[in-house]
């Protein structure tokens, strides 16, 4: 073997365990926590799910009101979106969000916004599962930010160069022992006010095999936060039939 063989073949070993060890540290910022979170939301058998719709609405006095009527359809991309605007006239919007280059500054910097910030809410555990990008972090039985009582504190961390709904953002979640989420303390990672949530996640409901917590209050910076998700249905693969949330 040559040099330059033996020089390359060093190389290739390098370059091979640099992409072990990247993985491996990847997989140790990921607490397996997440994933049993994930299942109790419906993380099995989201691939049977066709559309979802709901409506999204929130209540921060003197800071933010409004309320956002979503169809979706995870697997195309498709989505229509109903609200009014600040003069109390509807606004309906329909669109490609795999086709987004391609839409209105309305939809890029208005609607897909909102979509993304209002289906976190939906669907954050899953959200949380998904995003590759994430630290996951599990700071065992914690008091619970608001009220009595503990829960496990499991820490979502976004990097801040990308990742998640805005780069640098964390979720604090406080878990139960069924694995659902009963409180969280989201601190935003840009300047974009509120910057920090604190809510309960109450009011849960099944969609099909989708677990929703419909029901969220608390602060949203020192401002009191009614958040709350309405009208929740899915369509499930091989069927046109709407299955309300129970």
Same mark, same amino acid.
């Given at each position: 073997?040559?040099?330059?063989?033996?020089?390359?073949?060093?190389?290739?070993?390098?370059?091979?365990?640099?992409?072990?060890?990247?993985?491996?540290?990847?997989?140790?910022?990921?607490?397996?926590?997440?994933?049993?979170?994930?299942?109790?939301?419906?993380?099995?058998?989201?691939?049977?799910?066709?559309?979802?719709?709901?409506?999204?609405?929130?209540?921060?006095?003197?800071?933010?009101?409004?309320?956002?009527?979503?169809?979706?359809?995870?697997? =195309?991309?498709?989505?229509?979106?109903? =609200?009014?605007?600040?003069?109390?006239?509807? @606004?309906? @919007?329909?669109?490609?969000?795999?086709?987004?280059?391609?839409?209105?500054?309305?939809?890029?910097?208005? @609607?897909?916004?909102?979509? $993304?910030?209002?289906?976190?809410?939906?669907?954050?555990?899953?959200?949380?599962?998904?995003?590759?990008?994430?630290?996951?972090?599990?700071?065992?039985?914690?008091?619970? #930010?608001?009220?009595?009582?503990?829960?496990?504190?499991?820490?979502?961390?976004?990097?801040?160069?990308?990742?998640?709904?805005?780069?640098?953002?964390?979720?604090?979640?406080? $878990?139960?022992?069924?694995?659902?989420? $009963?409180?969280?303390?989201?601190?935003?990672?840009?300047?974009?006010?509120?910057?920090?949530?604190?809510? =309960?996640?109450?009011?849960?409901?099944?969609?099909? #095999?989708?677990?929703?917590? =419909?029901?969220?209050?608390?602060?949203?910076?020192?401002?009191?936060?009614?958040?709350?998700?309405?009208? $929740?249905?899915?369509?499930?693969?091989?069927?046109?039939?709407?299955?309300?949330?129970?």
């Amino acid at each position: 073997m040559t040099s330059a063989s033996r020089l390359h073949g060093i190389r290739l070993i390098a370059f091979s365990l640099i992409l072990i060890l990247s993985s491996l540290a990847a997989a140790q910022q990921r607490d397996p926590i997440i994933e049993k979170i994930a299942k109790a939301y419906g993380l099995d058998s989201y691939d049977k799910i066709e559309a979802i719709r709901y409506t999204w609405g929130i209540d921060i006095p003197g800071l933010f009101k409004a309320t956002h009527k979503w169809e979706w359809e995870p697997k =195309t991309g498709k989505i229509s979106f109903e =609200t009014t605007d600040k003069e109390g006239k509807p @606004v309906k @919007v329909s669109y490609d969000s795999s086709q987004l280059n391609s839409q209105s500054d309305q939809v890029k910097n208005e @609607v897909e916004p909102a979509f $993304v910030n209002d289906n976190y809410w939906l669907l954050f555990p899953l959200h949380a599962y998904w995003d590759k990008s994430a630290t996951i972090t599990n700071q065992g039985m914690q008091k619970l #930010p608001i009220g009595p009582g503990s829960a496990t504190l499991v820490s979502v961390k976004y990097p801040a160069e990308a990742g998640g709904y805005t780069p640098g953002d964390t979720w604090d979640l406080y $878990v139960g022992k069924d694995y659902r989420v $009963v409180q969280f303390v989201y601190h935003r990672g840009g300047p974009k006010k509120p910057s920090l949530v604190t809510a =309960t996640w109450a009011g849960y409901k099944k969609a099909g #095999p989708l677990l929703i917590s =419909t029901e969220h209050r608390g602060k949203a910076d020192d401002k009191p936060l009614h958040l709350w998700i309405s009208n $929740v249905a899915v369509k499930l693969a091989g069927s046109n039939k709407w299955i309300p949330a129970q």
